[in-house]
Structures are given as structure tokens and as C-alpha cells.
């Protein structure tokens, strides 16, 4: 049986470094409070406020470091109490999506496109797929035998020899089948 | 293949006719709205707040008729907002359940228990029970095929003469698949 870690990530931003500027100030270094599972990758100590036509979130976790451009991750829940309506997407897929206002101690930024609700997908180390047999971009089906046992279709494999072993999804996700981060899937096909 | 519409539940509340007094006046009648899918079921025009430890929602649909008992539905995402860790539960089996302030024009109620997630699942008619061969509290596989297809297992069954065929779920599980009230789910076991 083939288990992978799940970690159910919340609404959270990638920032740019010139919006890091513009939010934070001119050569404002994010802090590490947690350090994620990806190899690198961090909660930031900083939050952000972000702004829809029909609500807000006051304290949005920034995860760093900085990304070639800002992006926007929420659930399908926080979208509808914001006003906007986000594609699902896979990360760095932004074009055509809709935008927020980013609110910072500094200044605030309205983007133009960056919100999308993130593809469900697992992070596969090379040596993992090989192992498993696994090819990246393959479509996966993932049982989470949690308090509401459902099972996940069309998960997105991606490999890589930076990424750990982890399966994403979105408090929605976690919240519909009763798990946490740190819970296990069961790859199943 | 058996199909059968799928109805998405929002944070909803059941009131009991003393608590209707308590909040609205004596003798007062909630007035309809909208149908529902349920026989004799009925979305009110009027809403009640509820007030959590950590959150409140001002603007919760109660649902009518009257009902025996006060009871409150939400999802998952709602109850970490509200700051309650209600158990996921079938309709009607409130024991032990945490409560929550509610909030009406005319007064407020502190109930010590009622509030649930709802367990997923089908009310069947007795006879498109009988035709598909499933008994009452079965529990059933069934999948979704929205823009982030799934398969839900453990789908309780309730077969009445009093219900009409429809899927319940809640807003975490409709998000998740990607799914809205009249799109249609698929018995698969």
C-alpha cells in the first residue's frame, strides 16, 4: 500500500520581491516562522489583509521565499465571502484569473489577476515516482480514509527532485473529507 | 446507471416553536420563502445570528417547519470560524453536541447543545428504495463528477415515503468537488 503524507493548506499568498517592497517596504526581508515540508519553502512571521468586492480576511499567511509573481491561495468557501470567483488552477497558472486588493503595514497593491483555488496534487521526490512508477503531470486516485471517508479523483502528480513527499489540498478538501495535515492518503491508482 | 440531484446545504438552523417564540415573539409563524426539495420543507424568510466563541455569522436561514428540537447545521470551515468543534452527526442526534448563542429580533437563546455537521446523505422515497434494491441506513459509494471529481463513501441511506430523491451535502463537500445544488451525483455500490 502506497502512503503519502496530506497537508491541508489554508488560504495563503506568494508574494513577488516588488511587492514584498510595496507591502513592506524597500528591501524588507520576510521571516521564517515554520518551515514547510517542500525543501525551503516557509511560513513567513508576516500576514497580509486581503480584500474582495464582498469581504475580507485581515491576516492571510505570506509563505515564502518570494515567487517570480504573486499568487493568491484560497478555497472555494473563502472565494464565495470574498465576491470572486478563482478558477482551479495548478500553481504559476495565473493568466485569465481574478485579482484582490493586498493590504500591507507599508502600502497596499490591487492586482490584476493572481487568485486561483489550487489544484489537489502530491509532491513526489524523483526517487518516489520512479519507485511507485509514477510520471509527473499523471492523474492520480487517492483514498483518505478520514472521519468522511471519500476518495480524491484526478490528483496531479508532480515530481521533482526539490519536492518531498506530500499531498496538497485545500481546507475545503480536508474539511469535506474529516483530515488534517499530517493524516495519510492511500494512493490507489 | 443511478443518478440522483445533489443538493449543497449553507450553514442552516432548525428551531423548535418555544424557540421561535423566544426570538421572534409569541405565536409568531415563520413565513416561506422558498420550497424545498423535502416534502412539506420550507427555506424561511427569516434569519437568526449565531455567535460562537471566536466568531458570529449574522445571517443564518432557518429552515422550517417547526421541529421538535433546536438544531443548527454547519460545515466544518464554519465551525473553526465560530471557534466550536461540533461531531459530524445525522440529523436529530444532538446529544452531547456543543451549543451557540442565537441572536433574533425579539430575543436570544444560549443553547447548551444542537449544533452539528451533518453526516452526508440520499433520502430516497420508499419506492426508489425499493426499485435500486437499498435499505435504510445503507451506506453508499458515490461519485461526483464536478470539476474536481470525487467519490464520496459512506453516504447514509434514508429511505421514506415522506422524502423526495436528493443528495444532501454541505458546502465543504460541494466545494471540494466542485459542485452545486442540481448537478447530479452517481451511485456506484
Do not use: C
Not at 511587492?19 to 521571516?31: E, S
Not at 499567511?61 to 504573486?70: F, H, S, W
Not at 464565495?80 to 485579482?99: C, D, K, M, N, Y
Amino acid at each position: 500500500m502506497f502512503q503519502v503524507p496530506i497537508g491541508v493548506s489554508a488560504r495563503h499568498i506568494h508574494l513577488s520581491l516588488e511587492h514584498i517592497a510595496l507591502l513592506f517596504g524597500n528591501g524588507y526581508q520576510l521571516q521564517v516562522m515554520k518551515e514547510l515540508s517542500q525543501p525551503g519553502q516557509f511560513a513567513a512571521k508576516e500576514t497580509v489583509g486581503i480584500v474582495g468586492p464582498k469581504g475580507e480576511f485581515a491576516s492571510v499567511r505570506i509563505l515564502g521565499p518570494a515567487r517570480q509573481q504573486t499568487q493568491i491561495e484560497i478555497s472555494r468557501t473563502d472565494a464565495f465571502a470574498l465576491g470572486i470567483h478563482p478558477p482551479v488552477r495548478e500553481s504559476g497558472q495565473i493568466e485569465g484569473t481574478p485579482g484582490l486588493k493586498v493590504v500591507g503595514p507599508q502600502g497596499e497593491i490591487e492586482l490584476s489577476q493572481g487568485v486561483i483555488v489550487a489544484a489537489r496534487h502530491i509532491h513526489f521526490h524523483t526517487s518516489d515516482a520512479e519507485k511507485w512508477g509514477i510520471r509527473d503531470k499523471q492523474l492520480l486516485k487517492v483514498r483518505v480514509n478520514g472521519e468522511r471517508p471519500l476518495i480524491f479523483e484526478q490528483v496531479i502528480a508532480r515530481v521533482s527532485d526539490q519536492f518531498a513527499l506530500d499531498m496538497h489540498i485545500d481546507t475545503d478538501e480536508g474539511n469535506a473529507a474529516g483530515v488534517r495535515t499530517g493524516d495519510l492518503a492511500e494512493w490507489l491508482e
